[in-house]
């Protein structure tokens, strides 16, 4: 099984250090900053072997090349972002399959975000790195891609086992709660699961992992299918990806 230990930098952004201790590897996903990581690589007396990155915006690559530089890792990266992926060493795409240690992990291609982002699927550890494609109840913004492209992308994370416990590079899960209790204020799931996360975040502990069943039950953005939806955006029976595109369009001025 892999440790975890997220790392919060920055305003809102977790830097997740992995370690596989059969093996003693350790990778890092997404590493804003090289010097949060140096420090607990540091302390847990770990070595650096990967670095991870999900896409190419600064707060997921920034800290590539010190740690590389200083630790000797590889950075592995979606190959069609190796033009702007600082240090790549390993590109990948949908379905290859990377190792650390013990545990591998499936790359899924989601495109939405940005054209060339990627997330990690540990299938035997029953976990997922999703950057900022998918965040707890909301999704990534559309910067390079469109609506159905990215409702593509979700559907291919939603129809992983209902256990899995992903982890996104965003704390945003507050405002994300807020809109979606706007878009389904009578969603009974939701309503407890906003109680829990504001329990959480005045505590000031992490809402992450979350798993792909809660997103399925309050994640407006998965649920662009659900009738009770569609029928609250006054959109019944239009296509998932229009809903979708509307929901995203909101959540844009909110
Ligand atoms: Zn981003
Ligand atoms: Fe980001």
Not at 19 to 30: F, K, R
Not at 97 to 125: C, L, M, N
């Amino acid at each position: 099984m892999l440790e975890i230990i997220p790392l919060p930098v920055l305003t809102d952004n977790y830097i997740y250090v992995i370690h596989e201790p059969v093996s003693d590897e350790t990778a890092v996903v997404d590493p804003a900053l090289a010097q949060p990581v140096l420090d607990i690589l540091n302390k847990k007396n770990w070595k650096l072997t990967y670095i991870l990155n999900t896409h190419h915006h600064w707060d997921h690559v920034g800290g590539n090349l010190e740690l590389k530089q200083k630790t000797a890792c590889k950075i592995i990266a979606a190959e069609s972002d190796r033009y702007r992926i600082p240090g790549i060493d390993i590109g990948v795409k949908e379905d290859d399959v990377i190792s650390v240690g013990k545990q591998s992990a499936r790359v899924i291609s989601t495109p939405g975000h940005t054209s060339g982002h990627i997330v990690y699927h540990f299938a035997e550890d029953n976990t997922m790195f999703c950057g900022d494609t998918l965040f707890v109840m909301g999704c990534g913004r559309l910067f390079e891609g469109t609506a159905g492209q990215m409702w593509n992308s979700l559907q291919k994370l939603k129809a992983l086992p209902a256990s899995t416990r992903l982890y996104c590079t965003h704390e945003y899960t507050l405002t994300n709660g807020r809109f979606a209790l706007g878009v389904e204020p009578d969603n009974i799931a939701l309503q407890q699961r906003m109680i829990e996360i504001q329990r959480l975040r005045a505590e000031n502990t992490p809402t992450v992992p979350s798993t792909i069943e809660q997103e399925r039950a309050t994640n407006p953005f998965f649920r662009a299918d659900s009738l009770t939806v569609q029928k609250n955006l006054n959109m019944h029976n239009q296509p998932p990806a229009q809903v979708f595109a509307e929901l995203r369009k909101r959540k844009d001025s909110f």
